[in-house]
């Protein structure tokens, strides 16, 4: 069984550039979940999704921040117009609605 | 409202020593326990849970944590440190009324020495 799948690993962007992270969840779960683990800190909670809803993003930034999670593919998080204070560790974890929830290795974002 | 605490952001014990780290949580509601492992450049991996029934929870790689609902603790424990204990540890609370929000502590990076 394939776990949640997450790519890429490793992001590099420019200040100002898109990041797009995909998020493929375990197989038979429709629930996916982002976080973002800052060096030295744990993880954040941005935002929760079920196919097609956004459930709940108060860990969300109000800018720049978005999150899909469409009825046929992945889920996305993009990032736009990145700033330097946007490198982090971006996680997704991905349930069939109960706890616990599974998580993938995680997408490496730096800003240059 | 939720919140956990883990005592010491770094803890060193040497190899065969006893391995404990603390956690201590918050929740109006009954909470649903976890403690995850992350290895450098690695996800999240869980060691184990507490839901409901019994207190004393066993987890994978020898781990065990207690739930005092009066000390509002779930300290995580290992009678014997292995070298390739070395890891970050986070502890984790959600409602265990059916919410989905996790509530992750700030980590416990674990040294084990030969």
């Known amino acids: 069984n394939a776990g949640v799948m997450q790519n890429p690993r490793h992001l590099v962007r420019r200040r100002g550039q898109e990041a797009r992270l995909r998020c493929s969840p375990m197989?038979?779960?429709?629930?996916v979940y982002w976080y973002r683990q800052l060096p030295e800190e744990g993880l954040k909670f941005m935002v929760y999704l079920q196919k097609e809803n956004i459930i709940d993003e108060s860990g969300m930034p109000k800018e720049r921040f978005s999150a899909e999670f469409p009825k046929e593919g992945p889920s996305i998080l993009r990032i736009q117009q990145v700033v330097r204070g946007d490198s982090a560790a971006y996680f997704c974890?991905?349930?069939?609605?109960?706890?616990?929830?599974?998580f993938g290795d995680g997408t490496r974002l730096s800003i240059l | 409202a939720q919140s956990v605490t883990q005592l010491g952001s770094h803890v060193s014990v040497s190899e065969g020593a006893l391995v404990l780290l603390r956690c201590n949580y918050s929740?109006?509601?009954?909470?649903?326990l976890f403690w995850y492992v992350q290895y450098p450049n690695q996800g999240l991996q869980l060691l184990l849970k507490?839901?409901?029934?019994?207190?004393l929870v066993k987890g994978i790689n020898g781990f065990e944590a207690e739930f005092k609902k009066s000390e509002t603790s779930f300290h995580l424990t290992k009678p014997s440190a292995h070298m390739s204990d070395a890891a970050e540890y986070f502890c984790?609370?959600?409602?265990?009324?059916?919410?989905?929000?996790?509530?992750f502590g700030a980590g416990t990076r674990l040294f084990v020495k030969a």
């Open positions: 197989k038979g779960h429709s629930h």
């Open positions: 974890a991905s349930s069939d609605g109960n706890q616990p929830q599974h």
């Open positions: 984790a609370v959600t409602p265990g009324t059916g919410g989905f929000k996790t509530i």
């Open positions: 929740s109006s509601v009954p909470p649903y």
């Open positions: 507490y839901t409901t029934g019994a207190t």
